[in-house]
């Protein structure tokens, strides 16, 4: 998954029982924080490092909805973990976080380390009429089980554009974006990176799937990314690559950085907007044509979701109670809130979705777009995230430093046959 973030320490912080926020979350269980043990217990929790203050000082809101209610204010401590690798940091979990935010591709090793609690079918319930469409059914759910709390909807890819350069028209097609750009104004698509190149090769339809047991080892990988689809989805992705006014950096734009039109996520939305000004606007990602046949290009497209660590409760039912308790409260209406107007991120629940401020997020509108035609990024083969790296690199050696080479259907078929044995052949 893309995450611009890097792990840092350990970062401890007590929250005692501080001023209340919002009063409790419309359609959302999570919303009162009133039920369970008034026994005075401590939990950890984690999340990026970039939201250790914001993450205090909404766990100070729950603490304040139970002193509200006459209970014993819950002892915090606030980790660090990053959201694409807490399930590699975290070495044991019977120390490790209580309640962690982590990224949807993770579910799978959170799950057979046994680090992922069920969600009470109650809770399900009410998510599943609360939420959006596919968020507990695609998102959450790992081996037949509901583990997770889905919070954010938006971490995929969409086209940022200069309206100065491109209009609506132009940015509809790929080929209408590289029509208008030029050597000082280019089209930044970071195709050699797997999160996005292998969003391109999904364009024609080839996927790839993931067969589990009940105890969530992986029992089958299949794909068919070397099929007439994938060739399909490779010869647009060389024609991209071949095209002078295409870039693969990622770098937000500035001053000496002045690109057209961009394809990347909602972390990067603020620097694109400084850059832009008046000019700045969002799209779903564009149409693509080989052989007079157009397809919307694909992407990949994940959430970021709470787990509640039973391991660490080990046999004691209120505290993990607690845990799942503090979870719901984390995804509950006012939280999520809170987090786009702070982060921007995607809400998962329709009422924040149906909010003003999500509907005139242009970032969020591109995105929401663009699901139509994004893959959801679960449970991932490993070798995803480097079999695409190694086919993007060949391509670009076989074209050269001048993109002039000439590279055939036999050659392409032969660098999808070597990455689709790669994607099946993942532990």
């Known amino acids: 998954m893309k995450m611009n973030l890097k792990t840092t320490t350990l970062l401890g912080v007590a929250v005692l029982a501080l001023g209340g926020l919002a009063s409790c979350s419309k359609g ?10 008034d026994r005075p217990m401590s939990l950890t929790v984690s999340g990026p490092s970039t939201q250790g203050e914001w993450l205090t000082t909404t766990l100070a809101g729950f603490n304040a909805k139970r ?8 002892t915090f401590e606030v980790l660090a973990y990053e959201e694409n690798d807490v399930d590699s940091k975290v070495s044991d979990w019977d120390v490790g976080p209580d309640v962690y935010a982590f990224a949807s591709d993770k579910i799978m090793t959170l799950f057979q380390a046994g680090a992922l609690a069920t969600v009470p079918s109650k809770v399900v319930s009410e998510y599943q009429e609360t939420m959006k469409a596919g968020a507990m059914d695609l998102y959450a759910k790992f081996a037949n089980k509901y583990v997770a709390y889905p919070f954010d909807a938006s971490n995929g890819y969409f086209l940022y554009y200069d309206k100065s350069v491109l209009n609506e028209t132009d940015v509809q097609t790929v080929e209408g974006i590289l029509a208008k750009c030029t050597a000082d104004r280019q089209f930044a698509y970071n195709l050699e990176e ?16 993931i067969t589990t047991n009940p105890a969530g080892v992986t029992t089958n990988i299949s794909a068919n990314f070397n099929t007439d689809m994938g060739l399909k989805a490779a010869r647009a992705a060389v024609n991209i690559l071949k095209n002078p006014n295409r870039i693969k950096t990622q770098a937000a734009p500035t001053a000496a ?3 057209a039109a961009c394809i990347d996520g909602t972390w990067n939305a603020a620097a694109y907007k400084n850059q832009m000004g008046e000019n700045f606007a969002c799209a779903k990602l564009p149409t693509v044509t080989v052989d007079g046949e157009t397809r919307n290009l694909s992407s990949f497209l ?14 004691d039912s209120e505290r993990l109670a607690l845990a799942h308790e503090v979870a719901q409260y984390l995804v509950s209406e006012e939280v999520q809130i809170s987090r786009h107007a702070t982060f921007g991120s995607g809400p998962t629940l329709k009422s924040v979705i149906e909010s003003e ?14 699901s139509e035609f994004a893959v959801a990024q679960t449970a991932v083969p490993g070798n995803v995230w480097t079999a695409p790296n190694t086919f993007y690199t060949e391509i670009n050696e076989l074209l050269g430093e001048d993109k002039t080479g000439v590279i055939t259907d036999d050659q392409l078929r032969s660098l999808l046959e070597t990455l689709n044995n790669s994607i099946i052949g993942s532990k």
């Open 28 to 37: 959302n269980p999570s919303g009162d924080s009133t039920g369970g043990s």
């Open 67 to 74: 002193t509200q209610a006459g209970k014993s204010a819950v």
């Open 194 to 209: 797997a999160f996005y190149g292998i969003g391109a090769l999904f364009t024609w339809g080839s996927r790839f799937e």
């Open 257 to 259: 950085n002045k690109i």
């Open 302 to 315: 994940g959430y970021k979701m709470y787990g509640v660590n039973p391991i660490r409760s080990s046999a």
């Open 357 to 370: 401020a999500v509907r005139n997020d242009q970032a969020l509108v591109a995105i929401n777009a663009q």
